[in-house]
């Protein structure tokens, strides 16, 4: 990993997410791009107006020059803050007006980068924080995306929880896992959750462990299939016991989140477990 994207917007929380990032660049000595995305247009509310106007028809353009002045100002203070906390680090910002996720995907293609890193506040929240933002840029981008609880405090990444239903994609995404981390010291736990009643042996859970019976072996793999009721209660007891420090999954081009462990399971429950969800596309 050469390059990390962190998007930001100036909301409370943003400290913990700068943070998470700059530790976690320090493992693969990778660049931080700090990257904020102002709106630049204005919208009218019960008029013959379009919805969507460019700011310089309604505002003139010494208001909007004010809005992207003190927006750089508040991205070069943030900058400053963590290079004066992590000297070692290698950051730099951008800013960019137009629709945040838009603008985002943009930055993230022109730098190039191996990942993108995201605040959410797992509510109702406003800005690049908002779960409809980050379900559009996850939809609309081939690059990891990962999505930082406000109030998470960064620990180096070891266990993680990767929800599987035994496909054969799930191999692909495992293996991409592993490259994308490498140098955390990681162990992925792939688990499956059924009813009950449903409980049975799996060729395709024999499969997947065939796959990487290395892994297994010494221990940087285990696969479980796990009979619960209570999916999302049996997820939050497995994250305590194992001390799981991120939460990865694929997002299936069918839609942002397919059907886990043959029941719904949408990213609005996964994000009660308060854990970085890791996100790769299929």
Do not use: W
């Amino acid at each position: 990993m050469k390059t990390i994207l962190l998007a930001i917007d100036f909301s409370e929380g943003i400290e913990n997410c700068c943070n998470y990032a700059i530790r976690a660049a320090g493992r693969f000595d990778a660049e931080i791009i700090l990257f904020h995305s102002y709106f630049d247009k204005f919208l009218v509310a019960e008029s013959n107006f379009p919805t969507g106007i460019e700011t310089d028809t309604l505002i003139n353009r010494k208001i909007l020059q004010d809005i992207k002045s003190q927006a750089e100002s508040d991205l070069k203070n943030i900058e400053n803050c963590i290079v004066e906390a992590y000297p070692k680090a290698r950051v730099k910002s951008a800013l960019s007006g137009g629709n945040a996720e838009d603008e985002i995907i943009k930055a993230a293609e022109e730098y190039k980068v191996d990942l993108i890193m995201l605040g959410s506040s797992g509510k109702a929240a406003k800005g690049i924080f908002s779960g409809s933002i980050s379900k559009k840029i996850i939809e609309n981008t081939q690059i990891p995306v990962l999505s930082i609880p406000l109030n998470y405090t960064y620990k180096p990444i070891n266990n993680i929880l990767y929800p599987t239903e035994f496909l054969h994609d799930d191999m692909i995404i495992i293996k991409t896992i592993f490259e994308l981390l490498s140098n955390f010291d990681i162990k992925m736990h792939c688990i499956h959750l059924v009813h009950p009643e449903n409980f049975k042996a799996s060729e395709s859970m024999n499969e997947l462990c065939a796959n990487f019976k290395d892994e297994i072996k010494k221990e940087l793999i285990c696969v479980e299939m796990i009979a619960s009721s209570n999916f999302l209660e049996s997820l939050q007891k497995y994250t305590e016991l194992h001390q799981i420090h991120l939460i990865a999954f694929a997002a299936h081009k069918r839609g942002f989140l397919k059907e886990l462990f043959t029941q719904k399971l949408t990213k609005k429950d996964l994000f009660q477990l308060q854990l970085p969800m890791l996100t790769i596309k299929q």
